[in-house]
């Protein structure tokens, strides 16, 4: 396990939430071989490779949407992409841009006739 990481088991338990069986039996059994054969580096790689798209918001939400439509065009019976262009997401810190995803934001409850006022829904700031 890395300094401050997570373990083996943990990892192969957070890849099933995303990944098939078959794909997070092959990530354990590369770790079992790896650790059988006293390669550390090797494991350590494996473990890493995987951890990264863990700790990527971008990674994260590639595998995410190919994984759904994968499924969407299987239960529909249907092939090609569900969108146009990949996820990608951008800081924003201050001035205008701020403001304007901020009131964008806090507007989304009340074109979905969530609540009158944006005061009014739970989560607004």
């Known amino acids: 396990m890395p300094e401050g990481g997570i373990s083996d088991e943990v990892l192969l338990k957070r890849l099933t939430a995303i990944q098939s069986s078959a794909f ?3 990530v354990a059994l590369e770790l079992q071989q790896a650790r059988e ?3 550390e580096s090797w494991a350590a790689e ?11 918001l971008s990674e994260f939400m ?3 949407l190919q994984r ?13 992409t569900l969108w ?3 996820y990608k997401s951008v800081i924003v810190e201050s001035g205008i841009a701020a403001r ?6 806090d507007l989304n409850p ?3 006739g969530m609540v009158m006022d944006p005061a009014d829904y739970r989560w607004s700031s």
Do not use: D, P
Not at 46 to 56: L, N
Not at 68 to 80: K, L, P
Not at 100 to 105: E, F, L, N, P, R
């Open 62 to 64: 590639k595998t995410l």
């Open 84 to 86: 146009e262009q990949r």
């Open 46 to 56: 494996i473990h890493a490779r995987h951890a990264y798209r863990m700790h990527s």
């Open 37 to 39: 054969a006293g390669n």
């Open 24 to 26: 997070v039996a092959g």
């Open 100 to 105: 304007t995803m901020a009131a964008y934001i």
């Open 110 to 112: 009340v074109r979905a």
């Open 68 to 80: 759904f439509t994968r499924w969407f065009n299987r239960v529909h019976e249907r092939s090609g």
